[in-house]
């Protein structure tokens, strides 16, 4: 058995957990971080195993992610510009194809009326919530008694008006269907984001890329802290007590520490054993807590045949099962990369087909977008996250109906030694890696402060 004595034990090498670690250790700590899987990165995820880089996970950087932001300079790394010139796409109810510009889809001047409305309404009940506390708002338990689709309901009359504004938080963040979500966790979102409005602006929130793709952020971190990273090495136990912890993982590893950070995802919270038993109200709480389902497509061509047609490769529809897509090409490389994503419901009736049905249905929604080119790709890859042990959904957590304004204010309460720390539980960045990275240096202070004499 290998025994090891660290201040503090950091479980998850993801971007969270390492910058906890850096943070911890730039402050005189000594620290350890455990990491279940074989790499590190945790939903980041460059992959170029099949000819082209592709980045399975996270990899879009918007201009409010100031802590995101801040780690890609510190450590070295260039962005790029996602490519935007062109027409947008949008496949209304009808299935007809409409090019547009700008943030609001060309349904009927009504409709698009009403999304406007919609959103400034939006905007407004946005801007009341602190995303550190939602459940603070006065009228939190109304709005997270209420799901996202009946809110919407009775916000509009306009069926296309709701689909569209309803996916700005369902399909395309919580990737939950709407009526399994509250409309507080859907302003949560909002508000993380810094409004209603930027989640509808595919080119804030979807901005940047890092060049080389975005794990480089997790890598080099950890090659930083060299040795103080084990790979391989899922934690099975944590015993505890108010002095301290030991946490054992596997290959015989026991860290005994003063301090402990959790920077895994809730959903994976209870598949560690805890001595003694958490107190009753985390028992309850995590079971309040899931991830969403997001198959994310990568298709790739010799060219981006799309932009000669004067396509921009952006492409939204609440109808088809590909509900949004973007040109994704990489920096340098003179390949077209069409990005996709389905979600929730659409995802597990896809996910349902052999690959080879669902490669043609997924490529045939392209298709629809961008021509018949699409139908073709030199190199085709799917990442769904729900069948890695190690995350089992994407992109992060969310609280079930009224989990959100009855447990959220004890999401992050240490239990003893045991601090919890990941961008599921974040406030500003919330589901973002710059929310892993803000809560990376939020438990990095709360360990310190309860490590000082
Ligand atoms: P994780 O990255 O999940 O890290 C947790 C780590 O803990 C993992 O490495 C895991 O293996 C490890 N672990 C789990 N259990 C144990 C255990 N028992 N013992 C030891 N280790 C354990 N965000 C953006 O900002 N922009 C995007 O464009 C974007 N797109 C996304 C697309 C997809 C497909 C996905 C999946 C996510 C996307 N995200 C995006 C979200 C973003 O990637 C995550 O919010 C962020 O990376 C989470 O970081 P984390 O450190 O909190 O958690």
Not at 236 to 247: C, K, L, P, Q
Not at 351 to 364: C, F, V
Request: proline fraction near 5%.
């Amino acid at each position: 058995m290998d025994r090891i004595e660290r201040d503090v034990v950091v479980i998850g090498a993801g971007a969270c957990g390492l910058t906890a670690a850096t943070q911890l250790r730039r402050s005189g700590a000594s620290v350890i971080v455990l990491e279940a899987r074989d790499r590190v990165g945790g939903r980041l995820r460059n992959d170029d195993s099949s000819g082209a880089l592709l980045e399975l996970g996270g990899q879009w950087v918007s201009p409010d992610q100031t802590a995101l932001k801040g780690a890609i300079e510190e450590l070295g790394l260039e962005t790029f510009s996602r490519y935007r010139d062109g027409d947008s796409v949008y496949i209304g109810p009808d299935g007809v194809s409409h090019r547009f510009t700008g943030d609001i889809f060309p349904a009927s001047p009504e409709t698009q009326a009403e999304i406007e409305r919609m959103i400034a309404v939006l905007d407004g009940l946005t801007a009341e919530i602190d995303p550190d506390r939602p459940w603070a708002h006065p009228r939190a338990r109304e709005l997270d008694g209420i799901t996202w689709r009946a809110f919407l309901e009775q916000l509009s009359d306009d069926a296309e008006a709701r689909s569209n504004v309803a996916m700005f938080t369902a399909e395309a963040m919580l990737t939950k269907p709407a009526h399994a979500f509250s409309a507080l966790q859907s302003l949560l979102m909002a508000a993380s984001a810094g409004s209603f409005s930027h989640l509808v602006d595919a080119d804030f929130i979807l901005d940047k890329r890092v060049v080389g793709g975005l794990q480089q952020v997790p890598l080099r971190l950890a090659a930083a802290l060299g040795d103080d990273v084990l790979l391989s090495r899922p934690v099975r136990r944590i015993t505890w007590s108010a002095d301290g912890a030991v946490v054992e993982a596997d290959g015989d590893l026991v860290v005994e520490a003063r301090q402990v950070v959790l920077a895994v995802p809730p959903n994976l919270y209870d598949r560690i054993d805890y001595v003694p038993t958490l107190p009753l109200r985390r028992h309850v709480l995590h079971q309040h807590l899931s991830l969403g389902l997001v198959i994310k497509i990568h298709a790739v061509y010799e060219e981006p045949f799309w932009r000669e047609d004067g396509l921009s490769g952006t492409a939204f529809s609440p109808y088809l099962s590909v509900h949004e897509a973007y040109d994704n090409s990489n920096h340098g490389d003179p390949r077209g990369i069409l990005v996709g994503f389905a979600s929730d419901a659409r995802a597990d009736r896809l996910l349902a087909l052999e690959p080879d049905e669902r490669r043609e249905a997924i490529l045939d929604d392209l298709a629809r977008y961008y021509g018949e080119r699409a139908k073709h790709p030199t190199i085709y890859v799917e990442s769904d996250w729900g069948s890695e042990e190690w995350t089992r959904g994407a992109y992060a957590a969310s609280f079930d109906m009224g989990g959100l304004e009855r447990f959220g204010a004890d999401v992050r309460t240490p239990v003893g030694p045991i601090h919890w720390a990941s961008s599921d539980i974040a406030g500003a960045g919330y589901q973002h890696v710059d929310g892993a990275i803000r809560m990376g240096h939020w438990v990095a202070d709360q360990v310190l402060a309860a490590l000082a004499p």
